[in-house]
T-cell receptor, first 113, second 113 residues
Framework: KAGVTQTPRYLIKTRGQQVTLSCSPI?????VSWYQQTPGQGLQFLFE???????NKGNFPGRFSGRQFSNSRSEMNVSTLELGDSALYLC????????????FGPGTRLTVT | SQQGEEDPQALSIQEGENATMNCSYK?????LQWYRQNSGRGLVHLIL?????REKHSGRLRVTLDTSKKSSSLLITASRAADTASYFC?????????????FGQGTELSVKP
């Protein structure tokens, strides 16, 4: 099976712009979670989607949003980018009927200048 | 902070030695997981231990869990240079609605050949 894929892998944006990141889960996985990783705050949970519904949300401002499509692919959007949004954004998928391990993609490295 | 604590923050050993990393967490959990991350890439799942288990083995990995102390340890035996990476513990909290893992700050392991 192909692993979790994320596009793009690298992105440079300027303050005030918006960005959309994409994640394709492992085939058959219906849950997709997003995490932000920074040197200062570490790995922080953004949100999780299952069957196109957001089930869980982390403590991030409303500028961070996401959605999931009927094929389980997910996108996250960050509007009005700030310098502090520079981070590695990781997507993970899982078989959610039994809570267990998550399978991570390689991440999107976002740099905001 | 919701995140757990890991110690040590950094560990440097010689090939063939054992490496032990510790993790403490704050809430009641369903399970605790360990992940490895190489150089800012995606995370790789190593092992999962459920709250009713005390010890688990997988190859050269041994994980223990003490729910009364809210702590876990990861032991890597006979370490190799290829084990050089950051290691994170992650908890699936009991009151979690799904998909959310709370990560520790990580231990950076360096194995010298």
């Amino acid at each position: 099976k192909a692993g979790v894929t994320q596009t793009p892998r690298y992105l440079i944006k300027t303050r005030g712009q918006q960005v959309t990141l994409s994640c394709s889960p492992i085939s058959g996985h219906r849950s997709v979670s997003w995490y932000q990783q920074t040197p200062g705050q570490g790995l922080q949970f953004l949100f999780e989607y299952f069957s196109e519904t957001q089930r869980n949300k982390g403590n991030f401002p409303g500028r961070f949003s996401g959605r999931q499509f009927s094929n389980s692919r997910s996108e996250m959007n960050v509007s009005t980018l700030e310098l502090g949004d520079s981070a590695l954004y990781l997507c993970a998928s899982s078989l959610t009927v039994v809570r267990g391990e998550q399978y991570f993609g390689p991440g999107t490295r976002l740099t905001v200048t | 902070s919701q995140q757990g604590e890991e110690d040590p923050q950094a560990l440097s050993i010689q090939e063939g030695e054992n490496a032990t990393m510790n993790c403490s967490y704050k809430t009641s959990i369903n399970n605790l997981q360990w992940y490895r991350q190489n150089s800012g890439r995606g995370l790789v799942h190593l092992i999962l231990i459920r709250s009713n288990e005390r010890e688990k083995h997988s190859g050269r990995l041994r994980v223990t869990l003490d729910t009364s102390k809210k702590s876990s340890s990861l032991l890597i035996t006979a370490s190799r240079a290829a084990d050089t990476a950051s290691y994170f513990c992650a908890t699936d909290a009991r009151d979690n609605q799904g998909g959310k893992l709370i990560f520790g700050q990580g231990t950076e392991l360096s194995v010298k050949p």
